[in-house]
């Protein structure tokens, strides 16, 4: 398991205690507030470690997502980053 830090429709940059390395293979599989669940393979292609702790972030690429899942993501960066009214 793992938390989200940021997301866009090519990639997911997430926080963990797991040990990754550049390259490894992961299945991701999580929901979006009002979505269904969305699942994706990625790469991961950077590693972030933290100074305290044995937590590190991991940047994935996704390199396999379907359009729709690709859709979901776009409209709730861009939901997120519209100023509120």
Sequence with gaps: ???????????????????????????????????????????VVRIIKKPAGNIHQYGIRFTSISASAQRIIEDFVKSRSEPSV
């Design 1 to 43: 398991t793992a938390s989200a830090i940021n997301i866009s429709s090519t990639g997911i940059l997430i926080e963990s205690a797991h040990t990754l390395n550049v390259g490894d293979v992961i299945n991701c599989s999580f929901l979006l507030p009002g979505t269904l669940a969305i699942s994706a393979k990625g790469d």
